[in-house]
C-alpha cells in the first residue's frame, strides 16, 4: 500500500524485580515465537526493564531496530513507574498486554500476579495522560496474546498515518456547501498539518505538466481501469491531472511523511481544466491517495482513516436518496433481511474507484452538465467514473469538528448490497441495521455533513479504539431497537 505506514512493533517485557525475571522473559520469547507464526513484524527486545534504567536502555534498543510501535508485555505484576515511563518517551502509539498463569501445578514461584499489576499500570497509565491501547481483555496465554497484538497492527497503522499526515486543498469550500465547512484548529490537536492552495495555484502547475513525458503510459494504465470509456481524448488531459498532484505532493510533503488532497471541482473548475476531476479522485485514492470533493478537509481525513483501516481504496459519498419501494419490491430476495428504511443510496457524481465498481466507465458529469452544457454534447463535463457499487460488507465513517472546535465520530457497519441502481454516477444501494434511527438521532442530531466515508470492510472495532486513541470521545453509532439514544422518544413505540 502506498502512501500508508509499514508498523514494526517492538516487544519489550517488564519484571517486578521481587519477580523471577526468567517467569517474564520466557513469557515474552514464548509470546514473540506465535507472533512469528503470525508474521507479525515484531522485534523481540532482549532488555527486561525492572527499573528507570532499563525502560531507557530499552527506549534506546527499539528506536535503533527502528520499531514504530510498542508493545508493552507484564510478563509478572511488573514496575509500574518504569513501565509507564516507557510508554510516556516512546513517540509512537503504545499497546499494553498482560500474562495468564500457566498452570496449577506452578502458583507458588511460577505465579506472575500480572493480571494485579494491569491495574496498577492502568493506574499509572492515567496520571500520566498516556493513551495507550489496551485490548478489551488484555491477559492470555503466549498464543492469545500474539493475536491481540496481530490486532493491534492496523490500530497503530491508522495512528502512525494520521500523526504524520498533511492535508493539501487547493480553492475555498463552495458557498452552497457549509456543512463541509469545519474549523482547522482540531486537525492540528491530531498532529495533522494542512496546507491550503488557490485554484490558480493548481491551475498553473496543472498547465506546467503539459506534454509531460509521463502522460502517454498513465493514459496506458487508464484504459486498463476501466470496461468502457466514452470519451477516450479525454485521458491525456485527465492523466496531466493526475501527475500534478502527485508532483505536488512529493514536493510539498516537507516535515510529513503522508498525503491526501481536497479540491475544489465546481463551479469554476470545469471552464479552465476543460475536464471534470471525479475519475482522478478515485483513481488516486486507489494508489494510496485520497482525494476528497468539495474541499471537505474531513472528508478527506476520513478517506484516509478508513484506506489505513481496511487496506483498500475507500470511497467518500453523499448520504444521498432513499431506495424507491418499487426498486426495493423488485429486488427483494437481494434485500436479504432489512427493511426499506435501513437502506439508502450512497452517490457520488463520478469519484468511484474502478476496484470497488460494477461495469465501471467514464462519462461525463450529468449534473454539471445541467449547468454548463444544457443543449450540448458533453465537453467540460467529461471525467467521471461511474458503477453500481460491488456488493461488499461495508463501515460507514466520519470524523468531523464542530463549529466549536470539537471532534466528533461515527461508525456504523452494514453492506452494499447487490440491488441495480437504475441512476448514474458513483452509487449503490447501502444498508447499514436501524439506519433510520442512526439518520435522525446520530447523523441529523450531531449535525454531520451529508458526506460519508465507506470503507469496503467491517472495521468498526479498529476504527472505535482508534477514535478513542485520538481523544474523540463522541462516537456515534447506529444502535439496535431495544437501546434508545438519548433524544429519542421511549413513548414512539
Known sequence: MQNAPIVKLGLVAVSRSCFSKSLSTNRRNQTYEYC?????????????????????????????????ALVVFLGNFGPETPETILAQRFDGPVMFVCSAEDSKEDLFDGRGDAYCGMLNASYNLGLRKIKAYIPDYPVGTPEEIADKIAKFVPIARVILGVKNLKIISFGPRPQDFLACNAPIKCLYDLGVEIQENSELDLLQAFEAHKDDPRIPDLVEDMKNDTCGCCYPEILPNLAQYELTLLDWANANKGASKYVAFTTKCWPAFESYFGFVPCYINGHLASKGYPVSCEVDIYGALTEYILALATEFTPALLDINNSVPKDLYDAYKSNAKDYNLDDMFMGFHCGNGSSCFLCKPEIKYHRIMKRDLEPDSEPNLTRGTMEGDLMASPVTLFRLQST?????????????????????????????????????????????????????????????????KLLGVTDIGFNRKKSDLYPTENPFSY
Open 36 to 68: 512469528v507464526k503470525n508474521k507479525t513484524d515484531i522485534y523481540n527486545c532482549p532488555v527486561l526493564v525492572e527499573n528507570e534504567n532499563d525502560a531507557m536502555e530499552a527506549l534506546k534498543d527499539i528506536k535503533n531496530n527502528e520499531c514504530n
Open 403 to 467: 463549529a466549536s472546535s470539537e471532534l466528533r465520530a461515527y461508525i456504523a457497519e452494514g453492506e452494499s448490497l447487490d440491488i441495480p441502481t437504475h441512476s448514474f454516477g458513483t452509487i449503490g444501494v447501502i444498508a447499514i441495521p436501524e439506519m433510520a434511527r442512526f439518520y435522525r438521532h446520530v447523523l441529523i442530531e450531531k449535525n454531520f455533513p451529508h458526506h460519508a466515508g465507506v470503507g469496503f470492510a467491517h472495521c468498526g472495532k479498529i476504527l472505535f479504539e482508534v477514535m
